[in-house]
């Protein structure tokens, strides 16, 4: 079975401080994750890949196998960075991808 | 520019009605997913389907099922809709290989059945 557990239900940083959203995942072989976004109103759209390997507005993830973590990074958060913030992942060859609970993220001015 | 269209925003049902979500894709993908989306819980697998006339399930099933006559079109049935089932259900589409290309999500419907 595989799994994904974001810890952080609610996280709040200042502008310009850095953002650490937390991803650990549960799969046993080798693993595809994403990290998705939902802006207000907006609908959940693909915020980075770790295939990838990009850094898009800002932010960075990197698989760490030892520690099964894909913890999602910025160092300056900005006001826009508020949302929830889905962790993904799809087993090796499956198409289906499975969620964690999400982290709201609020960027305090 | 909207790719995948749920055809309701909002729908309020009541206790044993059955219910029909509808989502249409244009980008001729083969991958289609119901997803609920519950404060919480996060996305929750429903029924996904690989192609027409294709489906499997998902992580909570129970109480759904999906059609697929067309490639662009999946559909979610509630069977006879109860209160546990008041939810943001969410429609994705992708191609082959989602690893390589990430779902892309509609806008959901907001479901509250009385």
């Known amino acids: 079975a595989q799994r994904v557990t974001q810890p952080e239900k609610l996280l709040s940083v200042f502008k310009g401080a850095p953002v650490e959203l937390k991803c650990n995942y549960s799969y046993s072989g080798s693993p595809e994750l994403f990290w998705y976004v939902q802006y207000s109103r907006q609908r959940l759209q693909l915020l980075l890949r770790h295939i990838s390997r990009e850094s898009i507005k800002g932010f960075t993830a990197d698989l760490n196998k030892g520690e099964t973590s894909f913890h999602l990074k910025k160092p300056f958060a900005q006001e826009e960075d508020s949302a929830m913030y889905y962790c993904a992942l799809a087993g090796f060859g499956n198409e289906k991808l499975t969620f964690g609970t999400g982290t709201r993220l609020t960027i305090i001015p | 520019d909207v790719k995948v269209t749920q055809s309701s925003r909002y729908l309020v049902k009541r206790t044993g009605e059955k219910v029909f979500l509808e989502c249409v894709q244009d980008?001729?993908?083969?991958?289609m997913f119901w997803y609920r989306q519950d404060p919480g819980l996060g996305l929750r697998l429903i029924y996904f389907s690989y192609d027409v006339k294709m489906k499997e399930k998902g992580d909570i099933p129970e109480g759904y099922s999906v059609s697929r006559e067309k490639k662009e079109r999946f559909s979610l049935i509630l069977e006879s809709a109860s209160t546990n089932q008041t939810s943001m259900y969410l429609c994705a589409s992708s191609p082959p290989a989602t690893v390589n290309y990430g779902y892309t999500f509609g806008s959901g419907t907001r479901l509250t059945v009385v």
């Open positions: 980008m001729d993908h083969e991958n």
